[in-house]
């Protein structure tokens, strides 16, 4: 929390590992406002409270001052350039979506959530860029691997903020760890069910944590995808627990509780994020633990890839190739020394590799990194034959791909 002060004072902080400047600390009659200047992946977030305040003449904020805030104290201070608003925000009685240009003409989303933890009544708003959002949105929703949904990396600084300032703010009323898990449990129990059907048109669509933050809904697995990227962020150990026709968040427990769910290693306790109706470790009667999938919080990057060949030569005994893999890591998170193999497969899915082959190091692929590599490749003449490319690396599962049955008579 910035101390109130009438003084510039610059403050430096760390963001994605590199070190930023903040910029001084603004008074503007009894409200304070912090701006931090940062960037991540290409997004800028934002996460305030509310405590509204004309602007002072010449601060072209267009009504818009807001701060997070707990019991009347300021908890969170704006994250990037302050946006122009287009607005006026909202009654706080509800969660609303609010839509509003930064002096740059950046559109951004604002959404408020509110919600109560040990008496206390706590208020929350989150301003994403429309890039982010529409980035998200964009992305495909047929994975079933539920918590690569969780680990994007260009999310980060979105769901590290609400983290930093739940956990902050936990301690600065003497919150212990657990009640700090549970304060940001209940904050994601705020957000309102509402099916895929219904908002989306179809009968699954898991939300990344920036489109469950942005539309102000979801289903049980877009609620218990948020609550695992922000519980993650925080240092706590969690898992999705996924059962037939329903998700949860596992909370990792010493295995000493009475009620828990195991991987034969892990025991997690059960959290139901739809609803405040059971405590942690409650299991609702009609789900069934034996019917549970669990998912760590595991960066599992997914490749893809296209094989291109053409003949641009041949002799007596063969005919040359030339042959072209375009790769993407699709995400999350990072693909690490990755390697384009190509090679001639002979009669062919006997796994018997015809030389030469090639492995072409292309080194490590950010999220949604692409990559390139070629070679020229022989194939003997006479024989039934076939192109392969095997995508293989560190962190991702290898990925091959295989030609139709060349006939090079």
């Given at each position: ?98 839509e509003f240009k930064d002096s740059d003409d950046s559109v951004?989303y604002s959404q408020t959530f509110h919600w109560e933890f ?268 076939k192109i392969a490319l095997t995508v293989h690396g560190d ?15």
């Amino acid at each position: 929390m910035s101390e109130i002060t009438k003084k510039t004072k610059p403050i430096t902080f760390q963001v994605m590992g590199i070190l930023f400047l903040m910029a001084a600390v603004l008074i503007t009659g009894s409200v304070i406002l912090s701006f931090l200047f940062s960037h991540a992946n290409g997004f800028g977030f934002y996460g305030v409270l509310h405590d509204h305040e004309p602007p002072s003449e010449g601060n072209d904020i267009s009504g818009y001052i807001q701060m997070s805030t707990h019991d009347g104290q300021v908890l969170s201070s704006v994250e990037g350039p302050i946006p122009v608003a287009d607005v006026t925000p909202g009654s706080d009685s509800s969660n609303e979506k609010l839509e509003f240009k930064d002096s740059d003409d950046s559109v951004y989303y604002s959404q408020t959530f509110h919600w109560e933890f040990e008496g206390d009544q706590w208020s929350y708003t989150v301003y994403i860029p429309e890039d982010s959002y529409t980035y998200f949105k964009s992305k495909s929703h047929t994975r079933n691997d539920y918590e690569q949904y969780a680990l994007s990396d260009y999310d980060r600084a979105c769901i590290r903020q609400i983290a930093d300032t739940l956990t902050v703010q936990g301690q600065e009323n003497n919150y212990t760890q657990k009640e700090i898990a549970l304060n940001a449990i209940a904050f994601v129990q705020s957000i309102p069910y509402a099916s895929d059907l219904s908002t989306t048109g179809y009968d699954e669509y898991p939300r990344y944590p920036v489109e469950t933050l942005v539309d102000g809904y979801g289903d049980c697995e877009d609620s218990a995808i948020l609550g695992a990227a922000i519980l993650n962020e925080m240092g706590f150990e969690v898992a999705l627990l996924e059962f037939p026709h329903h998700m949860a968040l596992g909370l990792k427990s010493d295995g000493t509780k009475t009620k828990t769910i195991s991987d034969g290693t892990h025991h997690y306790e059960y959290v139901e994020t739809t609803t405040t109706d059971f405590e942690v470790g409650e299991i609702p009667s009609n789900v069934d633990i034996d019917q549970v999938t669990i998912h760590p919080m595991v960066q599992v990057p997914k490749m893809s890839a296209t094989l291109t060949y053409k003949p641009v030569a041949f002799d007596l005994e063969f005919v040359y190739y030339k042959v072209e893999a375009d790769l993407k890591n699709k995400g999350p998170g990072l693909a690490e020394n990755v390697c384009a193999h190509f090679f001639v497969e002979v009669n062919p899915d006997s796994g018997e590799i015809y030389p030469p082959d090639f492995d072409i190091a292309i080194g490590n692929l950010s999220e949604d990194g692409t990559g390139y590599a070629s070679t020229t490749l022989r194939v003997p003449r006479g024989e039934e034959a076939k192109i392969a490319l095997t995508v293989h690396g560190d962190t991702f599962d290898p990925v091959t791909l295989k030609t139709e049955i060349l006939h090079d008579d």
